[in-house]
């Protein structure tokens, strides 16, 4: 099993371009087509007019969350950590569940906009008031612009390898092309791209797979290499990482990645701002027919999104380890001052306290034929001896393995990435300005106008927070850094956004407790307090990791709230009748339900979680089931035997408790109406 294999660089022959222009003409021509009626008025422009049927809804959620960058970030990962690393997004499939059979028919009933709408809906008063507006500001211009960054940061990725192309002229050219139809047709641009995308995103994420597999010798070879490469190997391909020595009550039995994976399966699942669904979920079960129609578009999504397409992305990360070795870093010889960096990326000149300059060139190691590693240092940065200058980019390794498609296969797998690339860029651009037109600029700037000139509105701040993406962009250099930044970021504030639903006491108070808390002591740690931490495995050679800090973070976001919930006055649950009687959530409303006599009380908690624990079993089983089979473990078939058991379970509970929602709200209709009737004789 040879450990690198040759190969001849990227070439994009004209059949491959003419394939990646005829998407790009469609996505223009769809924009065109869908102007008109997504111009006329914001229900249309950011929620296509509520009418859209599960089957849309559940794909444009798959669409919208395989972005360019995703294939590259999970390569990155196995690559430099194992498979188990891929827990770290897996683990959502909890509060994905719990989005199913619980939140998505709440936010459906609740019929808002954006999750900042609903602070005044569900708390009432000034303090609502002000958190609307937080929440409009911060996911128009800081949530929304940093995915916007990082998934234009592997767009940049993408073009260097294939294209050749710096990241500032990339940047550029991705702008203009999704500008060019997202700012005219609105949602009905983003979800009948999305359908498009995703055969587009499972065309090319098969092809690639399948081809690279077989190219580097299938399983075979895989599993050999990895058997000469020892513990790493072992590591590499293992779906939880190895324990150290001892009982689990040992210490030395935590090691890093274990501990790691302790943290996502035990607090990130739940300690995340989409633990009820989040922004992109939420704006699609806004836009679906009914609550019924959110949470099977909810169903699909998950199947999708955690069991069916990771392990195309696995299969070539996994074959490219023969083909791009990892390479050894390129450190400096020298202690001094980075004075200069060439144009070209390709030499870096140190100059020592004397003056005297080394000049390090920077050439493309065994395997790596055309992509250079990426540079590590600025210029004006002082390096001592023995650092790191210049490194092999694991998530590059994603691309290079492009140079396995036949010409013409391999436009379909460009286009499939940049139709992926614009399918995220088009929604989160688009929910953005949702927030800044719904939550800002018309709820508090001006009011009162005709729709027409909210959509224009719309348009315009589409136009200033995708350039912001791209300004983060340019001065950014790892997706993985900016993904794992992000979580911890908004993750104080998953407990009180779940909480909110179940408990009648949590306040607006509370919730910008957790977002304050959140957002500071992730940054503080970040940037201004990462070293000398004691948290064992969390905080290698005293440096907190990723999973230390969300820890943290949640920790202390989730203990800032919950006294600011006990010590402030609780809200007057007269005021809160309004809300319960629109959603009829379950959970500790005793107070509020007291009031609310002729709201039916519905026992559905058993089903609920059956269904949750289903749901997670099909999920997972699927996951797991795909994954030992592609590696040839003997218990594949136990793990798709639970899968089966799993979707008998949530076959049994979801239509039931959608039958309920269709029974209650043909219920509210008939007395609603019947009480019209009484008034007007």
């Known amino acids: 099993y040879p450990p690198v294999m040759q190969i001849d660089t990227i070439a994009l022959t004209t059949i491959d371009c003419l394939s990646v222009g005829l998407y790009v003409t469609l996505a223009i021509g769809v924009g065109c087509f869908m102007r008109k009626r997504a111009s006329g008025d914001t229900d249309s422009f950011f929620l296509a007019g509520r009418k859209l049927p599960w089957w849309v809804v559940g794909t444009s959620m798959i669409a919208t969350s395989f972005a360019a960058d995703t294939p590259l970030v999970v390569t990155g990962w196995v690559r430099d950590g194992g498979i188990w690393r891929n827990w770290l997004w897996w683990c959502f499939a909890v509060g994905g569940m719990l989005t199913v059979f619980l939140f998505a028919r709440y936010w459906r009933r609740l019929g808002v906009m954006t999750q900042a709408e609903f602070a005044e809906l569900r708390y009432g008063g000034r303090e609502a008031t002000a958190l609307r507006a937080s929440l409009g500001f911060f996911h128009s211009f800081l949530t929304n612009p940093i995915v916007l960054c990082w998934v234009m940061l592997a767009a940049a990725k993408i ?93 030395t039995y935590w090691t890093v990645p274990l501990a790691a994976v302790a943290v996502y399966l035990g607090i990130s699942w739940w300690a995340t701002y989409g633990v009820d669904g989040g922004p992109v979920v939420v704006q699609r079960i806004a836009a679906s027919k009914s609550p019924a129609h959110g949470s099977i578009g909810a169903l699909w999504y998950n199947i999708a999104h955690y069991a069916l397409r990771p392990w195309l992305w696995i299969a070539v990360a996994l074959a490219s380890l023969l083909v791009v070795p990892m390479g050894e870093p390129l450190v400096s010889p020298v202690e001094g001052t980075v004075v200069s960096i060439s144009d070209n990326k390709d030499r870096v000149s140190i100059a020592d306290a004397s003056g005297a300059l080394t000049e390090m060139a920077i050439t493309s190691p065994e395997g790596w034929a055309g992509v250079l590693p990426t540079i590590r240092v600025k210029e004006k940065d002082i390096v001592k001896t023995d650092s790191v200058i210049a490194s092999t ?54 009011s009162n106008r005709k729709a027409e000139y909210y959509v224009w509105v719309a348009r315009i701040a589409s136009i200033f927070i995708l350039l912001e993406g791209a300004l983060l962009a340019s001065i950014s250099t790892s997706i993985s850094d900016l993904f794992t930044f992000f979580l911890a970021f908004l993750g104080g504030v998953g407990p009180i956004y779940m909480m909110r639903w179940l408990w009648w006491r949590i306040t607006a108070w509370s919730e910008i407790t957790a977002m304050v808390t959140s957002s500071v002591s992730t940054t503080y740690i970040t940037f201004a307090a990462n070293e000398n931490w004691s948290l064992g495995p969390l905080s290698p050679g005293g440096i907190i990791s990723a999973e230390g800090r969300i820890l943290i973070v949640v920790s202390l976001s989730t203990l800032a709230a919950l006294a600011v919930t006990l010590i402030k006055r ?112």
């Open 159 to 251: 073009s260097d390898v294939l294209f050749d192309i710096d990241k500032v002229t990339s940047l550029g050219i991705s702008c203009v092309i999704c500008l060019s139809y997202s700012l005219m047709s609105g949602f009905w641009g983003v979800a009948i791209t999305d359908l498009v995308q995703f055969l587009l995103a499972m065309i090319g994420a098969i092809a690639l797979a399948t081809i690279a597999w077989d190219a580097v010798g299938g399983q075979e070879a895989i599993l050999g290499h990895m058997a000469q490469l020892g513990d790493r190997g072992t590591e590499i391909i293992g779906f939880l990482p190895s324990p150290g020595e001892g009982s689990w009550l040992d210490p």
């Open 393 to 446: 980019d694991s998530e590059k390794a994603y691309v290079v393995m492009f140079r396995y498609l036949p010409a013409g296969l391999l436009g379909i797998v460009v286009a499939s990435l940049l139709a992926a690339f614009m399918s995220t860029i088009d929604t989160h651009v688009n929910l953005a300005a949702s927030y800044y037109v719904n939550d800002l600029h018309r709820r508090f700037f001006v």
């Open 570 to 681: 609780p809200r007057d649950p007269a005021k809160l009748v309004p809300f319960y009687q629109r959603v009829r959530p379950a959970g500790f409303w005793g107070p509020v339900r007291a009031l609310s006599p002729e709201t039916p009380v519905r026992h559905e908690g058993f089903m609920i979680v059956a269904g949750i624990i289903g749901g997670l079993a099909l999920v997972w089983g699927l996951t797991l089931g795909l994954g030992a089979l592609l590696l040839g473990n003997t218990w594949s078939a136990l793990a798709m035997t639970i899968s089966f058991i799993g979707a008998l379970v949530t076959g049994w509970t979801l239509p039931i408790l959608l039958r309920e929602d269709e029974h209650l709200i043909d219920h509210e209709t008939s007395t609603s109406k019947n009480t019209k009737d009484m008034k007007n004789t």
